[in-house]
């Protein structure tokens, strides 16, 4: 059973660019749920995804959004990148009506913006 | 609003000594809470959670955390350490809200484990 997995692992980028990350959730999950993690920093939560539309979100700018596609992957997109876009994205996937700790996480994926 | 303090960035213990990393929350209902590890240039591992039920909750790697209502924290224990436990550990908290709610995470602590 595949656990969560996101692409690409490591995204440079220039600021200015547009961005798009990938995530597929673990077997079974329909939630998925954004986080951006700077260095030194503990994760924030972006926003969340359930039957394709946005039910949540954090204090992030209109910049950041995101797609839920009807197979339950994700995808967020960033544009107009600044350096201080520079972080770990973390994509964690959950069951709707499940409890709220089965949330399991992704590797991440790293991007840099020069 | 939800939210965790996580003191001291840095924790340093020898192989076989005790760790204990502080977390103390803040929230307005009772909350879930959890301990998180993550090892360089991966993602995040869930080690335990506490979600109203028993206040010791044991996790794997031999990890453990108590939940204590007067003190408001959830500190995370290992009576012995193990170099493989050196990593960045995240306490986060949480709501039930009857649909998966974001996680609110701490801003960590870096564990070394010396010889």
């Known amino acids: 059973d595949a656990g969560v997995t996101q692409s690409p692992t490591h995204l440079i980028k220039t600021r200015g660019q547009q961005v798009t990350l990938r995530c597929s959730p673990k077997?079974?999950?329909?939630?998925v749920s954004w986080y951006q993690q700077a260095l030194g920093q503990g994760p924030q939560f972006i926003f969340q995804?359930?039957?394709?539309?946005?039910?949540q979100r954090g204090n992030f700018p209109d910049r950041f959004s995101g797609h839920q596609f009807p197979n339950y992957s994700s995808e967020l997109n960033v544009n107009a990148l600044l350096l201080g876009d520079s972080a770990l994205y973390l994509c964690?996937?959950?069951?709707?009506?499940?409890?709220?700790?089965?949330?399991?996480f992704g590797p991440g994926t790293r991007l840099t913006v020069l | 609003a939800q939210s965790v303090t996580q003191l001291g960035s840095h924790v340093s213990v020898s192989e076989g000594a005790l760790v204990l990393l502080r977390c103390n929350y803040s929230s307005s209902v009772p909350p879930y809470l959890f301990w998180y590890v993550q090892y360089p240039n991966q993602g995040l591992q869930l080690l335990l959670k506490y979600t109203s039920a028993a206040t010791l909750v044991k996790g794997i790697n031999g990890f453990e955390a108590e939940f204590k209502k007067s003190e408001t924290s959830f500190h995370l224990t290992k009576p012995s350490a193990h170099m493989s436990d050196a990593a960045e550990y995240f306490c986060a908290v949480s709501r039930y809200t009857g649909t998966a709610s974001k996680l609110t995470f701490g801003t960590g602590t870096r564990l070394q484990v010396t010889l």
């Open positions: 077997s079974g999950h329909d939630t």
């Open positions: 964690a996937s959950s069951l709707n009506g499940g409890p709220t700790y089965e949330q399991f």
């Open positions: 995804y359930y039957e394709e539309e946005e039910r």
